[in-house]
């Protein structure tokens, strides 16, 4: 299935499994400007599990919209695994979701000067009701709209898989955090 269609049939299924589960989640997403949360909207019924969306663009709206430390951006940079996760703990904490989820990467077609390669993206996700974190690093091919669809895909992936992870719903698979000490 081709990545816009695998986007929205996730697309489908988060709004359909949150809304009757009682779940609300919230994005933060930087390359995907949008994206993903567009996405959740077009399905009728999103207003049932979408509780809303940061676009955060540049590390300044990460720290005005996300209350993102400096020193994360100055240690890690803006596309990292902790950034990441910095991001949608920062989202969850600002919002009344029940599941946050962050997207940071390079869509292209330039990179960002810090030697990751274009089409590098980190994702992650917390769970109001606790539970691990999740953080998942992907290297996307293709064109930079490419890069943003398979992101926005993966993202609305997470949250997904999120939601089966704290019980709500059945038949979500998770995928181990792959970093370091996990």
Do not use: Q
């Not at 540049?58 to 994360?72: D, H, N, Q, W, Y």
């Amino acid at each position: 299935m081709p990545a816009t269609g695998r986007a929205v049939s996730g697309a489908e299924k988060l709004i359909r499994a949150a809304s009757e589960k009682g779940l609300k989640v919230v994005l933060a997403e930087s390359c995907t400007a949008g994206l993903a949360s567009s996405l959740l909207a077009e399905v009728g019924g999103a207003s049932g599990a979408l509780w809303g969306s940061y676009v955060v663009y540049t590390p300044e709206a990460k720290r005005a919209m996300l209350g993102l430390e400096s020193a994360v951006l100055e240690k890690y940079g803006a596309v990292s695994r902790e950034t990441a996760l910095a991001m949608a703990e920062g989202a969850l904490r600002r919002s009344g979701a029940d599941i946050a989820a962050a997207v940071t990467g390079l869509a292209g077609p330039e990179g960002d000067g810090s030697g990751k390669p274009v089409g590098t993206v980190f994702i992650a996700g917390v769970c109001r009701a606790g539970g691990p974190a999740e953080t998942r690093e992907y290297r996307f091919a293709g064109s930079r709209n490419s890069i943003r669809l398979e992101a926005a895909g993966e993202l609305i992936a997470l949250l997904l898989d999120l939601a089966g992870a704290s019980g709500r719903l059945k038949g979500a698979a998770r995928v181990p955090d792959s970093s370091p000490g996990a």
